[in-house]
Nanobody, 121 residues
Framework: QVQLVESGGGLVQAGGSLRLSCAAS????????MRWYRQAPGKQRELVAS???????NNADSVKGRFTISRDNAKNTVYLQMNSLKPEATAVYYC???????????????WGQGTQVTVSS
């Protein structure tokens, strides 16, 4: 059974930094794109950053220059380094990955349980 587990969230002051991690585990044959989303209270879930299996990245305009997505394919882990955090970054952050389980011909989308990030002003 495949699962994603996020970690690294917490409370930080505006201007501070946090590093989120998301580790995929289970019977995994391959992982394609990995992404970070966030959902603030009362708002829709939005895409923050994505990274392909080859390392190509794309960030939302609102976080460009401050957030960096990276991955360690050997560890099946994706990271989100968040610098110069602003109060509007307060949200639950979710990772998602397109994973082909061992023995399957198909790739499925998996989601983590989310990790809370709170930025105080």
């Amino acid at each position: 059974q495949v699962q994603l587990v996020e970690s690294g969230g917490g409370l930080v002051q505006a201007g501070g930094s946090l590093r989120l991690s998301c580790a995929a585990s289970g019977s995994i044959f391959s992982i394609n794109a990995m992404r970070w989303y966030r959902q603030a209270p009362g708002k829709q879930r939005e895409l923050v950053a994505s990274i392909t299996s080859g390392g190509m990245t794309n960030n939302a305009d609102s976080v460009k220059g401050r957030f960096t997505i990276s991955r360690d394919n050997a560890k099946n882990t994706v990271y989100l380094q968040m610098n110069s955090l602003k109060p509007e970054a307060t949200a639950v952050y979710y990772c998602t990955a397109a994973i082909q389980p061992t023995g399957s011909k198909y790739r499925y989308g998996y989601w983590g349980q989310g990790t809370q990030v709170t930025v105080s002003s």
